[in-house]
Structure formats: C-alpha cells, structure tokens
C-alpha cells in the first residue's frame, strides 16, 4: 500500500549529538494502524526508546508529531502531539497543543519531527520547507518564549514562521515544564519541555509553504461541511465554549460541588465566581481566539482588569500597549485558582503569564504550590525555608512563586519537583494530590467517581483528557450518568479511552468532541487517507495505543499497582456541598475495568490480547 | 461591482478562509498561497482578513506590461489571465494594498477573483467575517486602521512599559 493523502508521509530525524539531519519514509502500514499523532509517536517510542532509560538522557526519543487531518480544514485540525518520556512520571507522556506550529510542520512536509541525542552547545531548530538547519542559540538561552520568539522572527527574518520553545523553566529542568508555541498554546504536561532542555534545544521554527493532499476531495468537502454544521449547532461548540472558553466550567463544576479546593480538601469554592468565565467575560475579556481551523475558537484574549493595573504587568513584548494576554483555560484558573484558594483573577492571569513565558505546566504548578501551603498553613513549612508568608489565597504569594520555580530559585528549587517529591522529601507525602507522579487537574473525584477511575488508570498520570467522564456526569453528553454511582463507569472509561485515544491521533482537537460524535469524524479520517476507516477501525486503533503504551510503561516499572488515588480521595469525604460525605470508591471500579480490557485482574495484558491488536 | 466585504471584529483569526482560498485554486491546502490573508494584531486581540479591494484604479492592471490583468465583467473583479501573465511581478509592486502575490510554484501573478461571485473563502468563514457585496471595497478598511493605529498612538504616547 502507499499513502494517498492526509499523511505527507515524510518523518524528519534530527540527531542533536552530531547535528545530522535525515529524512524517512512513513511506513503507511504503521500510519494507517496507528493513524498518527499520539498513536505513531508512541510506536516510534515503542521500537526506538529503552523504557528504562533516564528522561533527561540524550538516549530519550523527543517526538513531535501531527495527525492526517493537521493542516486541512477539518474544525480543529491544529494539533500536533508531543511524545517522549516524561521528567515528571516516568512515564510515556503524550502532550498535545494547538496553535499553528503543527500545521506550519505539516506544509513544510512532514508529519513527525523525532529529535535524538543532545546538542553539544544551546541550538534551535530552523526549518523551512525542505531546509532544515541547527542554529547557535547561546543568545537565546535564559530568555523567555516570548522574547524568544520575537527574537528568532527577526533573526530568520520570516514574521510568517511558527515557532516551539521553552523558557527558563524547560532550561533548568523544572519537572513540569512546557514546550510552548504561538506564545500562548502548550504541550504543558509531564515535562515535555524539561526533555527538550535536556537536549539543549531551546525552539524550533517552522515555517511551510507546502500543501496538505487529500486521496478523496469530494469526500473530505462534504464530510467537514457535515462536520462544522454539528459544531456550529451544539450549545457547547457553538455558544458556550466561543463565549466563556474552557472557563465556562467554573461555575458548573462548583455548582456541582466538584470544585477541588485548597489542595484538595474542601469540593467547593466560595470564590469561583470571581475567577470564572462570566466574570473574565465581563471584566476582562478583549477577544476570543481561534487555533488553526478551528470553528469554535474557545481561546481567550484577557486583559488585566483596571484595578490590576499597577499591582500587575501582564507583558507579552516591547510592544504590547494593551496589556492583553492569553487565557486563562479552566484548568488553570482552578490550579492558580481554587485550589491555592486564591479568588484574584488579576493575580491568576499574572501566574498564567508566567507560566507561558517561562514555560511551565500551570496545573501541577498550581496544584505543587497548592501542597505547599498547605504544609506552611500546617506549621510543616516555615516563613524561613519558603521566603515569605505561603497562606492559602495569597495571589502575592501565588505570582511571587511562579517566577521563583520559573529559575528555580529559593523554595522555587523545591516546587520545580512537583508535589509528589516535595511532599516526600518533607516527610508529607499526603500532600500529593495525584497519580503516577503528576498532579490532578479540575475535578473532584470524590464527586465524580468516573473521573477518579480515569485518573488512576491514565498512562500518562493524572489527567483529564484521557476520558472526560464529566461529560456524561456533569454535562450529559452522550448520555446523562449519575455522578455518584460507580455502576457503568468502567465501561463509560474504557470507550472514552480509546475514542479519546483515536481523536489524538488524528490531529484534531478533543474539544470538538463537546459537539462531534466518533461518527462526524471518521469520514474525515477516511476521505483525507482514502483508508476505508470505520468507527470501530478508529476505536481499534485508540485501543492499540493505548495498549502499546501502557506495555511501554510497564517495561518502564510503573506497575499496575500504580493505578491507585491518594489516600484523601478514598477515605477522607468531601466535608461540605452537594457532594458531602463521599469518597472515590476506586475499587468497585477497577476490577471491572481490567476486565472490560481484557487484561489479566492484575492489570496486564496478556500475550492474546496483544496478538489480536496486532502489537508485535 | 462587487468586493469582499470584511467585518474584522467577527474574525477569530483561524484561516479557515485561507485553507478554503486554496483549496479552490490549487486543489491543496496550502495557506502560502491562499488570495486572503489573515493578518493577526495580537497584542490588541485584533484579526482580520483582507484580500484585494477590487479597486477602480487597478494599479496592478495598470502596470501590466502585457495586459494580463482583465476585469470579469459579471463581478467586476481584476483577475489575472494565466495564459498572458509572465511572471514579471510590476503588478506586486505597483498594488498599494499588498493584495497580489507572486505564485512561486506556478510563476504567475494571482490575486482574488472573487470566485466569479460566489467566494469560497466567505463559505468558509465560521463567523461571517467575509461576505462579498456590492460595496465601497476599502470601506471598513479606515475605521480599523484607525482603532489599530489609534491604540497604537495612544501608547505611544502614554509610555506604557
């Protein structure tokens, strides 16, 4: 078979000890098993990377890869998905992010970029279409991303290029650092941008005049016309998501009593209102923003409110008058937010910034500072170790430790490990609100028991996107579940895993999947290949990933007895709210969920199992 | 006669017109060498499509050595006749707007011909940021300029660090 379309069917192979660069087939028997995206950058990880090895090695494989449908015009076809070991788990880590950086690689002609080794000296990665070169980067290195980018704009001299990069935090190996793009969109999780420091690679530029192909034109036009008219009929797509963003949660979820709070301990927040989508809408909002394609533009363009004005600069370049800044997501405003207790919007788009400058997961920097006041409100840490005053709801203390962790610097050094080595190193490790290493975003799964089965059995440690079992708990999409009841969340994890699974690897956004059905979507898939998928192709496929990565991380020592929550979500009931007296009850679920799997009761899949999917 | 009618504050800057731009004309999606383009004013959260005017003037047509430039008498659009363009881009240079491009891979001028009345690009905005109409094509291009360079001014001005 050969590759019709969708796929350019070109990888590009950088090696950074010696500063080659080569160009690969795309295997199309592997693209179409594995689709693209998360799928055959975990393949690549699969055959290439030793799971043993140490994250932050020149042995770790640095993948970036787009979808068959980045770079059409499919609604949301901007993703492009980072895959590598991660710093901050051990795990595979798979970090996906919008914008147009994953198009502009795509239109220079390639669908994966895989980086190996480690640059000698501090270089970035400057590609147009068929030039590829390594440049000195000396300057560059200890900048933020956004000087960063301006700086390679002037210097390359096209203002048209996309461009990836870290800042301080990826440089000096903060464990959750982000590789950011477009200034404001990210691959945030796990330490993405903490392996590409490693590798002494600060960005790269990408800047395509190419053309994404498709093997069936008619095909293609009438699948994504019928795939935009759902969008733009859907409440969530098509009113709530371009009004408030991802922050139209804020509210909902509080009302819901599934607001975790100050790290964790209280599910509701008796300041959501003011760091909610309503209220950034209403104060703060200057614009929406769309990512490449996207017909839903959930993105936020802020502004610092005028009584934030003097207390805080949000800075993006020389040049920026309007003090306009992007987000903040919902996830974010949680972790700055709720669960550091803090109600000062101003404070969390400050954070925010930072965050996108300096390159850092917000979630687990949030959720790590979130730990820590809890240590220093419980006499564990002092004014002397943190440097100033770290009570819950400090927005000074909030803003003051981004940047610290940002250059590690003072009790910044500690929080740049996470929550869970934190909490070890303080003899604490209750604090840890997560699992396999990384911190849990916005959801109480105490409140939402889904949730916390998808939580403990993510590859790639806690995370929200690997099954948004909200939508059925909280949202009623497809269909409403009780969000208390464990009854059938095994079953709802499993199909939302591997259609989530599949969706990565497609290169469109999961967000579409708040109007879209798999259904709207594999006719894309299909017409952009001119590969016959169906629906069940594509959740075969997600199914496959997701295998091949859980098998990755097994090799790598993360066990199924990792597939675990913090004792506070299992004993420790939600004290006030709707959702009052409850605990996760993982172990009614799990079980269920091994066995809907098909792996052993021990979490494993077997040699059967992994024949069927094809899994050599 | 008819032009792209562009309502910028509609915009949210996701080139779903310049995917659609040219995928008409080249039957790939290849933004590089779409007719509209999406210029982004982040720092003011300001996006905007623009594409040419349809002017009367036509410097593009008057400069032509070998007229190549027409005018689609159903629209009034100025379009480029691919047969007779040689290339030579005095009409890239001759446009005050930057609204006709040179086409490196097929070595010919091109610029937006409206799609003889029915624009892809206008089909394919999600917000209705682009409609074509028979209006003053430079219309809406004033009071955005002036809010963009307004704001500008004004920091400027008020020293803004």
Known sequence: MSIEGGWTGCVLRVNLTRGEVRREALDPRLARDYVGGRGIGARLLWDEV?????????????????????????????????????????????????????????????????????????????????????????????????????????????????????????????????????????????????????????????????????????????????????????????????????????????????????????????????????????????????????????????????????????????????????????????????????????????????????????????????????????????????????????????????????????????????????????????????????????????ALQGMGLGYATSNRGACHLRAYTVSAEVVGEPEPMDPRATEGKAQLTVDMQNISTAVDATGLCIFLTFGNTLSDLTPLVAAATGIAYTDDDLIRAGERIWNLELLWNLRAGIEPSEDKLPKRMLDDAIPAGPAAGEVNRLSEMLPEYYRLRGWSEDGRPGVEKLEDLGIG | MQALEIFPEKCTGCRQCELACSWVHTGLFQPSRSVIRVHVFDEQASFAPYACFQCDEAWCMQACPVNAIDVDEATGAKIVLDDVCVGCKLCVIACPFGTIFFDKQADRATKCDLCAGDPACAHACPTGAIAVADVDPGAWVGPFGEKVDGAYRSAMEGGES
């Open chain 1, 50 to 446: 030793d799971p043993e090895i140490d994250p932050l090695s020149p042995e770790n494989l640095l993948v970036f890869a787009t979808g068959p449908l980045t770079g059409t015009n499919a609604s949301c076809g901007a993703r492009y998905m980072v895959v590598t070991k991660g710093p901050l788990t051990g795990c595979i880590t798979t970090s996906n992010s919008g914008g147009r950086w994953g198009p502009e690689l795509k239109f220079a002609g390639y669908d994966l970029l895989a980086l190996e080794g480690r640059s000698p000296e501090p270089v970035y990665l400057w590609i147009l279409d068929d030039r590829v070169e390594l440049r000195p980067a000396a300057d560059l290195w200890g900048k933020g991303v956004f000087e960063t980018e301006d700086e390679i704009r002037r210097e390359t001299g096209v203002v048209d290029c996309s461009i990836a990069s870290i800042g301080p935090a990826g440089e000096n190996g903060v464990l959750y650092a982000a590789i950011v793009n477009d200034k404001f969109r990210a691959a945030g999780r796990s330490g993405v941008g903490a392996v590409m420091g490693s590798k002494n690679l600060k960005a790269i530029a990408v800047r395509g005049t190419g053309g994404v192909r498709v093997a069936d034109p008619a095909a293609l036009m009438a699948a994504q016309w019928a795939q935009k008219e759902v969008l733009s009929k859907a409440p969530l797509t098509s009113e709530g998501l371009p009004a408030y963003g991802t922050l139209a949660l804020m509210n909902v979820i509080n009302e819901h009593g599934a607001l975790p709070t100050r790290n964790y301990k209280e599910a509701q927040f008796e300041g959501a209102e003011s760091i909610s989508g309503e209220e950034l809408a209403q104060t703060r909002l200057a614009s929406n923003k769309a990512c490449f394609a996207c017909t839903i533009a959930c993105g936020r363009v802020s502004n610092i409110s005028n009584e934030g004005v003097g207390r805080y600069t949000l800075k993006t370049s020389p040049r920026n008058w309007h003090h306009a800044t992007e987000g903040p997501e919902y996830e974010n405003a949680w972790s700055l937010g709720a669960d550091c207790g803090v109600d000062d919007l101003d404070a969390i788009l400050k954070s925010n910034l930072l965050c996108n400058d300096l390159g850092m997961d917000p979630i687990s920097l949030g959720a790590t500072i979130a730990a820590s006041m809890e240590l220093y409100e419980a006499g564990v840490l002092s004014e002397e170790q943190t440097g100033m005053p770290l009570p819950f709801g400090s927005g000074e203390a909030l803003v003051a430790m981004t940047e610290a962790t940002g250059f590690r610097r003072g009790f910044g050094d500690e929080i740049a490990q996470g929550s869970k080595r934190l909490g070890e190193k303080l003899g604490h490790p209750e604090v840890f609100m997560g699992v396999k290493g990384q911190e849990f975003p916005a959801y109480d799964p105490r």
